[in-house]
């Protein structure tokens, strides 16, 4: 219902943005689109909605009196409310209330709620009921004449009769920028002006080809639970409660529907605008709602509901399908999909439970495949979902200051209840707060309580990185959604957490193989891509319409940037076991799951991986394996501080976990300052002997599993290799640390004992190098198929 409007400046004096040679130029359009640029020069996140009337009027007030069907008049409205009246030619107030149909006997209508309910949804703007048009002052723009597209700004002053023109813009933005109108009176208008609008659009040819497209792009029908939760986050919603409705309202309700409700904030103009539109997109705005790309996603609702009513107080509205067809057995729709465009305004409030009063409530009914195709969408809740929508949730009631660490987020999943808090919030980047970091981890703990009262908690690890998206990705976000874009983003990386001490990552496995099943990838919600190991990926994808793929990363680089900052999450593991002082097997195996498969292409000091079909660099990844001390490596459990023999002995300084008794501690160093061993050498020989040997700590590849022989860990761009070259230089550490020397002979139980377990820990890592077993395997093949002769 708006146009696309023009550019933000404006040109002097009380004319604003479309100047006289323009407007000379053009035709005279519509009113709504001709004020719509100026209503913007004002308020900057309006748009302009047609307001139909029946033209009666008793007064002509300035105009000739009578009959004013001749008259066009149009709102300048945003998330607070109507800014400003758009009128095509002079008129008084009272022609303007009848004009609105305002009832004379300053009531608000009945059936929107009650006024004290009109609370602003921002601190911007002054709100004013509907009683104030009667007394108070109003903004309104007036047509210079009806061949031009040229308006002037006028108000009526308190009490005034006529509108008096202003003398320029900078009057409205001073004095007139905290006006808004916004009760109940006015949800009406504005609801019954989308509708009357769109009923003429849904009959255009294009948009009825465009509707019948849009109908087929949701290929599952349990997505709208998906929309409607991001919707509900999106509001800086605490609480979520959604139900199965068992029993309905009349036959043509008999097959129930779904009851959903949150406590977020209230519906706004843009809103309404919004869910009735396709096409256009109202989510640019500060406090946003996800409506999905371009007012598509919420249609989602539709695939499997044929009403839904929504009230929060103010506004009471239904899109209903013709009753043709509609029901429990329902499996084919009326011809034609105008109804999602056409918001019904609910004189009674629509009968939804008005339980939660106060909150956003939505009641979907008439559900394709009756009740129990609900109970079966609800049958399984993805289990990402909870801890994903809860912190992001509570980040951006954090990022509101409205949240603390102690703060919860509800969701009641037809009675069975998730709680989530976040905890161990930690910055991994050096960063003095947790809320500056770039680069932090925290453990978002999910208790789940059924309706027995039985509850059962997991917890779950988010390592995250915020980055700025380059010149070339923002400019491809505009591409795609018509709407600029500033500041920061943030990636993050998930994994369950379980086993020793609750900080061991649980991996999904196939149950059959028993090999590690890839993580999901989402945006915000769940998508049907899968990543390449077993970790889950949370980004501000572009995503198809029905949310279920990635846009291609080769034409999309707003994705493909995205993809690119992937290697910085791995690092984040890596930081944050240091911080929690991981150090046995079970912890680290899982780790080292985690690693990215290289590419084909991949030399040691070209490092890359494949996510999504695209080539992604690692250096990122091995540049903070070479530099931080993120590895672990061995140490002798034999004094807590080895003696440094460097002169530098900040070398020495290093973190370690707690000595263990008789065995071997672990630290976190430096790739630059470890080595790789196999893992039969820390089974063999003390930590102690390995750096006197080989000058560098021991990457601890005893408990990396798998991982050990990962070929990042091959690389010298990572850690120093065990190479010829390196033996042959350390042949006299050797030497002194088996007890030989020049002109020494071999003697004594400890150097024996020391050569012994030197040569059994080489035998050992010939046998269990994996390349080396497939070798000997592929000889032993060969072997069999040419015998010797």
């Given at each position: 219902m708006a146009s696309s409007g023009g550019g933000d400046g404006d040109v002097g004096g009380n004319k604003t943005l479309i100047s006289s040679s323009r407007s000379r130029a053009l035709p005279a359009l519509p009113l709504r689109l001709a004020a719509e640029p100026h209503g913007r020069s004002a308020f900057p996140s309006s748009v302009a909605l047609g307001i139909h009337h029946g033209g009666a009027a008793s007064h002509g007030g300035g105009s000739s009196g009578g009959h004013l069907h001749h008259v066009e008049l149009a709102a300048i409205v945003d998330d607070d409310g109507i800014r400003a009246f758009a009128l095509s030619a002079p008129i008084s107030r009272r022609v303007l209330l009848e004009l609105l149909e305002y009832p004379h006997d300053n009531r608000v209508e009945e059936g929107g709620g009650d006024e004290s309910s009109a609370v602003s949804t921002s601190t911007t703007a002054l709100h004013a009921d509907s009683t104030q048009l009667m007394h108070g002052p109003i903004v309104c723009l007036i047509r210079t004449s009806a061949s031009s597209n040229d308006m002037e700004w006028h108000v009526f002053a308190p009490d005034q009769e006529f509108p008096t023109k202003l003398a320029s813009l900078d009057d409205v933005r001073v004095h007139y920028a905290k006006l808004a109108f916004h009760d109940a009176f006015i949800a009406k208008l504005l609801t019954e002006s989308i509708r009357l609008y769109y009923a003429q659009q849904v009959l255009e040819p294009s948009v009825r080809g465009f509707l019948s497209v849009l109908e087929k792009q949701f290929a599952r029908s349990d997505l709208y639970l998906f929309e409607l939760l991001q919707n509900a986050v999106d509001d800086g919603a605490s609480e979520i409660h959604l139900s199965v409705v068992r029993r309905g309202r009349g036959s043509a309700n008999s097959g129930g529907g779904l009851s959903f409700a949150h406590n977020g904030r209230r519906f706004t103009p843009l809103d309404v605008l919004g869910l009735s539109s396709v096409g256009l997109s109202t989510k640019s705005r500060e406090g946003k709602r996800t409506i999905g790309f371009m007012g598509v996603g919420f249609k989602a609702c539709y695939k499997r509901f044929s009403r839904v009513m929504i009230d929060d107080g103010t506004y009471s509205f239904a899109y209903e399908r013709p009753q043709e067809n509609c029901g429990a057995t329902s499996t084919a729709a009326v011809p034609g999909y105008g109804w999602v465009m056409q918001p019904i305004w609910q004189a009674d409030g629509g009968g939804v439970n008005n339980t939660k009063s106060g909150w956003c409530r939505f009641s979907l009914e008439w559900p394709v495949g009756g009740v129990a195709s609900v109970e079966k969408d609800l049958s399984v809740l993805p289990q990402t979902a909870p801890p994903l929508l809860g912190r992001a949730a509570l980040e951006k009631r954090w990022h509101g200051g409205q949240c603390s660490e102690?703060?919860?987020?509800?969701?009641?999943?037809?009675?069975?209840?998730?709680?989530?808090?976040?905890?161990?919030?930690?910055?991994?980047?050096?960063?003095?707060?947790?809320?500056?970091?770039?680069?932090?981890?925290?453990?978002?703990?999910?208790?789940?309580?059924?309706?027995?009262?039985?509850?059962?908690?997991?917890?779950?690890?988010?390592?995250?990185?915020?980055?700025t998206p380059s010149s070339q990705a923002t400019n491809s976000y505009k591409t795609h959604t018509k709407r600029s874009h500033s500041g920061q983003e943030e990636v993050c990386a998930f994994i369950k957490l379980g086993g020793e001490g609750g900080l061991t990552?649980?991996?999904?496995?196939?149950?059959?193989?028993?090999?590690?099943?890839?993580?999901?990838?989402?945006?915000?919600?769940?998508?049907?891509?899968?990543?390449?190991?077993?970790?889950?990926?949370?980004?501000?994808?572009?995503?198809?319409?029905?949310?279920?793929?990635?846009?291609?990363?080769?034409?999309?680089?707003?994705?493909?940037?995205?993809?690119?900052?992937?290697?910085?999450?791995?690092?984040?593991?890596?930081?944050?076991?240091?911080?929690?002082?991981?150090?046995?097997?079970?912890?680290?195996?899982?780790?080292?799951?985690?690693?990215?498969?290289?590419?084909?292409?991949?030399?040691?000091?070209?490092?890359?991986?494949?996510?999504?079909?695209?080539?992604?660099?690692?250096?990122?990844?091995?540049?903070?394996?070479?530099?931080?001390?993120?590895?672990?490596?061995?140490?002798?459990?034999?004094?807590?501080?080895?003696?440094?023999?460097?002169?530098?002995a900040s070398v020495e300084k290093m973190d370690v976990d707690e000595p263990v008794p008789h065995g071997t501690r672990t630290g976190y160093y430096e790739g630059k300052h470890s080595v790789w061993v196999p893992p039969s050498f820390l089974a063999y020989l003390t930590p102690g002997f390995l750096r006197g040997w080989l000058g560098k700590r021991p990457l601890r590849t005893d408990v990396l599993g798998d991982a050990a022989y990962h070929p990042l860990f091959a690389s010298p761009s990572i850690i120093e290799q065990l190479t010829g070259g390196l033996l042959q230089n350390r042949r006299d550490q050797l030497s002194r640390e088996i007890g030989a020397g020049p002109g020494k002979h071999l003697s004594g139980d400890d150097a024996v004992q020391k050569l012994v377990s030197l040569m059994a820990a080489i035998g050992a890592a010939y046998a269990d190098h994996p390349l080396i077993e497939q070798s000997d395997h592929a000889k032993s093949m060969a072997d069999r198929r040419n015998p010797p002769v």
């Open positions: 102690s703060d919860s987020w509800t969701l009641d999943w037809d009675a069975k209840v998730h709680c989530i808090h976040r905890t161990r919030l930690a910055s991994l980047s050096g960063a003095a707060s947790f809320a500056t970091a770039a680069d932090r981890s925290e453990v978002v703990s999910v208790q789940i309580t059924d309706r027995s009262g039985h509850s059962i908690t997991h917890r779950w690890l988010f390592v995250s990185h915020k980055y990552p649980i991996l999904r496995v196939n149950a059959r193989t028993g090999a590690a099943l890839g993580g999901i990838v989402h945006s915000v919600l769940p998508t049907k891509l899968r990543m390449p190991m077993p970790l889950n990926i949370q980004g501000p994808w572009l995503l198809s319409v029905d949310r279920q793929e990635v846009q291609d990363l080769g034409d999309n680089l707003w994705n493909k940037d995205l993809v690119e900052r992937l290697p910085c999450l791995i690092v984040n593991i890596f930081r944050w076991a240091a911080s929690e002082r991981l150090a046995t097997k079970q912890q680290y195996s899982a780790i080292g799951k985690l690693l990215p498969a290289l590419s084909q292409g991949s030399s040691a000091s070209l490092l890359s991986t494949e996510f999504l079909g695209q080539s992604v660099s690692l250096s990122v990844l091995a540049r903070a394996l070479y530099t931080e001390r993120v590895l672990p490596v061995a140490l002798s459990t034999e004094g807590k501080v080895e003696t440094s023999t460097s002169a530098d």
